[in-house]
C-alpha cells in the first residue's frame, strides 16, 4: 500500500470511530515519524533528525525520547561549540558566558526529561510526570531563545554564529516538546 493511503486511512478512521482507540500500532511503523512529525513546528527537521529512528520507533513515547535524545546531543554540541568561540568585547564575552550557562542549564532539563520518559508508566502518576517532562524541554527552549536575545545589540561573526547553530538547537528542541505533548495525548501509548 501507497504510504499516503496509510495516512489517509488513519485519518479516516479516527473520523469513523471517534469512541475507539487509535494508536501507533494501527499505523505502520515507517509511517509513525511522517505522522507524528507532520504537525511539529518544524516538520522538515523533525523528518530528518527523527527518519534513523523510524524502524525502532513504535510509540509515540519511542519518538519523544528520540526527539528529547536528538536535542541532548544538539545541545551539547552546540556548548562545546560556544567554549571554542572567542568574544571580542566585554559584552561579547559576557553574552557567550551566559549562554554557555544556559546551555548547561539545558543539557541537565533535557537529561531529567529522559530520565521521565524513560520511567513513565500509566497511572496516578502519568500527569505529573508527563508536566514534569514538558516543563522541562519549555524550559531548555527557554534557555536557548534567551541565549539568543543575549547576542540582539551584538554585531559580528560570533553572534551570526551563535544565532545559527542555537536556532537550530531550539527547533529540535521545538520538536522534542511536541512529540512530548503528542505522547501525552490519551490516545497515545507509553
Not at 488513519?10 to 507524528?36: C, E, H, M, W, Y
Not at 551539547?76 to 557567550?96: C, D, I, N, V
Not at 543539557?107 to 531529567?112: D, F, N, S, T, Y
Request: proline share 4%.
Amino acid at each position: 500500500m501507497p504510504k499516503p493511503f496509510h495516512l489517509l486511512l488513519f485519518l479516516l478512521a479516527a473520523l469513523l470511530f471517534p469512541g475507539r482507540t487509535i494508536t501507533a500500532s494501527n499505523v505502520p511503523k515507517r509511517d509513525l515519524v511522517r505522522t507524528s512529525c507532520i504537525h511539529a513546528s518544524y516538520p522538515d527537521i523533525c523528518l530528518r533528525s527523527l527518519s534513523s529512528y523510524g524502524g525502532s520507533a513504535a510509540t509515540p513515547r519511542d519518538l519523544a525520547l528520540a526527539g528529547v535524545r536528538i536535542s541532548l546531543g544538539r545541545v551539547q554540541k552546540a556548548s562545546y561549540f560556544l567554549s571554542q568561540l572567542k568574544g571580542t568585547g566585554h559584552r561579547e564575552k559576557g553574552a557567550l558566558s551566559d549562554c554557555l550557562e544556559q546551555m548547561g542549564d539545558s543539557i541537565e532539563e533535557l537529561r531529567k526529561t529522559l530520565v521521565a520518559l524513560q520511567g513513565l508508566r500509566r497511572g496516578a502518576d502519568f500527569r505529573w510526570q508527563m508536566s514534569n517532562a514538558e516543563t522541562w524541554v519549555s524550559a531548555a527552549l527557554t534557555n536557548e531563545e534567551t541565549c539568543i536575545d543575549g547576542f540582539r545589540e551584538i554585531n559580528g561573526r560570533v553572534r551570526f554564529d551563535v544565532k545559527q547553530r542555537v536556532t537550530d538547537v531550539a527547533r529540535v528542541t521545538s520538536n522534542a516538546l511536541y512529540l512530548i505533548n503528542l505522547a501525552d495525548e490519551p490516545r497515545a501509548s507509553p
